[in-house]
């Protein structure tokens, strides 16, 4: 494997994430200041201070709760990866399939999900099987869409150039086309990620047994704002977590896109 | 192995297609060829092709010289069988290495693992075609340059890495499609220095394509000149000065001769 950061590189990479961390620290900082100062309720606006602390000592409620929505999360992310990597070379096999499913696609993402997660509840139960629909059903579309991409952008001349070496289908595939579709496929991916626990916190929410959203719904009912802070600060750092390592695989399966533009070597 | 079987006969009932069967070994008794007779195409109704006969055999390095737009290309997609003409006859025997304006490199493999994906398409084993094409590093001059991928290398660089490319595919007939018309002069020098000098070493036939006239003199036996679109040949020169040492000819009387007669020609 080859190095993909240079030092400098990886200090400006550090430098840049200082902005928005002071931001945060910055507005948690006069938010405190401001609930302390002007004595809101803690039933209006908690103080982080509070979000802390009810973070702390619910802490491991909230973790039963957060595996049950990280098994969601995992399992419908996993199979909107595969269904998308089926679905987008079916569609770029056969024109007919693709001039069939690409409007239902676009159709399917318009349908407000918060209407459709009570029917499949209907469907499915309480348990964890609609809930992971849901995330299929958000997760699926960026990914297939940015691969279907990905393949149909395949360089022409490189398709020729396969074609003369009498390579197949799948040969195609292997070496050409799936390479050339991976930085299209990470972009889908790290589209679908920032969705894939709010899809599943949204589905819990919806009803169910268990999750960050059927805790996040009975703090709301006893008015608990500071565990219902406490419980969108995990959702907001999973899911940033997950970016980072979607970032992370991709410098690293797509590595010939790194460094790019730096002069080449020899004659 | 062949990379086209045997003659694409394109006119139908035309006879005389002299088909030997490809060789395994590169470098064996040259009876590779190919022969354009009489090939026609047009594109939507507009004549691209009209009629051109050619042929390059042997060890020979022929240019098929012309403006731009004349349909150079056009010709090479229908040797190669990526489109086929509309009338007249491609005869070959061996087979066909050939080498694109772009570099058919891939980003994600490394300069070995390009070179060696038509063995590899082929279903020939890795080590094996390692193994095959290892030699020819050092010849083409890019050697250590195995485990590099493209984007580390210069534009001469990955021009040899394409050169050679070809050249595994097949070591009897090359065409080569203005393979150094992306480089800047200085480098397009240095190629076609390099270009004669590796051409020795491996006695490979060469159609070469190309808008250069210098070029064309600097690196050929003979010069097929084309007309413009609708294109046939318009003229056949044989070179026939410093044949052996054609890194000589650029400096030479004769050179101008040429050059001017290409000119008055065209």
């Known amino acids: ?34 609930v302390r100062a002007a004595d809101v309720p803690a039933y209006l606006v908690p103080a982080p201070s509070a979000i802390a602390l009810a973070f702390v000592s619910d802490f491991g409620l909230i973790a039963s709760h957060a595996r049950a929505t990280m098994f969601e999360a995992a399992v419908g992310l996993s199979l909107s990866v595969a269904i998308a990597f089926g679905v987008a070379m079916l569609m770029d096999n056969f024109p007919a399939v693709r001039k069939a499913l690409y409007p239902l696609l676009i159709m399917s993402q318009t349908a407000p999900v918060i209407a459709v997660a009570p029917i499949l509840i209907i469907w499915f139960g309480f348990g964890a099987l609609p809930k992971v629909v849901i ?23 490189f398709l020729d150039y396969f074609h003369l070496i009498k390579a197949t289908r799948l040969q195609v595939y292997r070496h050409l086309k799936i390479p050339h579709a991976l930085p299209y496929f990470f972009a889908g991916l790290k589209i679908a990620v920032t969705y894939t626990v709010m899809a599943a916190v949204i589905a819990e929410w919806l009803g169910g047994n268990e999750g960050i959203g059927v805790y996040m719904l009975r703090a709301k009912q006893s008015f608990a704002l500071d565990r219902m802070f406490a419980a969108i600060a995990l959702v907001v750092a999973v899911s940033l977590i997950l970016i980072a390592l979607v970032d992370l695989a991709a410098r690293r399966v797509v590595y010939w896109k790194a460094g790019a533009g730096e002069g080449g070597v020899g004659e | 192995m062949t990379c ?47 009629g051109v006969s ?73 080590r094996e075609a390692e193994a095959e094409a290892s030699p020819y590093f050092e010849m083409f001059g890019i050697e250590g340059y195995e485990n590099k991928y493209p984007r580390e290398l210069s534009g001469g660089m990955r021009r040899r890495a394409s050169f050679l490319s070809a050249f595994l595919i097949s070591g009897d007939v090359m065409l080569l499609d203005e393979p150094f018309g992306a480089l800047d002069s200085i480098t397009r020098g240095r190629m076609q220095r390099w270009l004669i000098d590796v051409k020795r070493k491996v006695g490979v036939a060469i159609m070469l394509i190309t808008h250069d006239v210098e070029e064309a003199i600097l690196l050929s036996d003979r010069v097929y000149l084309m007309s413009d679109k609708p294109s046939r040949v318009r003229d056949e020169i044989e070179v026939d000065f410093f044949a052996d040492e054609k890194s000589r000819r650029l400096l030479s009387p004769e050179f101008m001769e040429y050059k001017k007669r290409i000119l008055d020609s065209l």
Do not use: H
């Open chain 2, 54 to 126: 050619m042929r390059v055999s042997g060890s020979e390095t022929v240019s098929i010289l012309g403006p731009s737009g004349c349909g150079k290309s056009t010709l090479m997609n229908i040797i190669t069988g990526l489109i086929p003409a509309d009338g007249g006859d491609i005869c070959f025997a061996g087979r066909i290495g050939y080498m694109q304006q772009k570099d058919m490199l891939l980003p994600w493999k490394t300069i070995m693992a390009n070179v060696t994906l038509p063995r590899i398409i082929g279903g020939a084993d890795r």
């Open chain 1, 135 to 157: 995330v299929v059903l958000m997760c699926f579309f960026p990914i297939c869409v940015s691969l279907t991409d990905g393949f149909a952008e395949t360089d022409k001349d």
């Open chain 2, 4 to 50: 086209f079987d045997g003659a694409a006969s394109v006119g139908g009932g035309r006879e005389g297609c002299q088909i030997v069967p490809a060789r395994e070994s590169k470098n064996a008794a040259k009876a590779a060829f190919i022969e354009a007779r009489s090939v026609r195409k047009s594109f939507d109704g507009v004549p691209v092709l009209d």
């Open chain 1, 1 to 34: 494997m080859k190095t993909v950061l240079t030092g400098s590189n990886k200090k400006r990479r550090w430098r840049d994430a200082l902005y928005p961390v002071a931001t945060v620290v910055a507005v948690v900082a006069v938010w405190e200041l401001i």
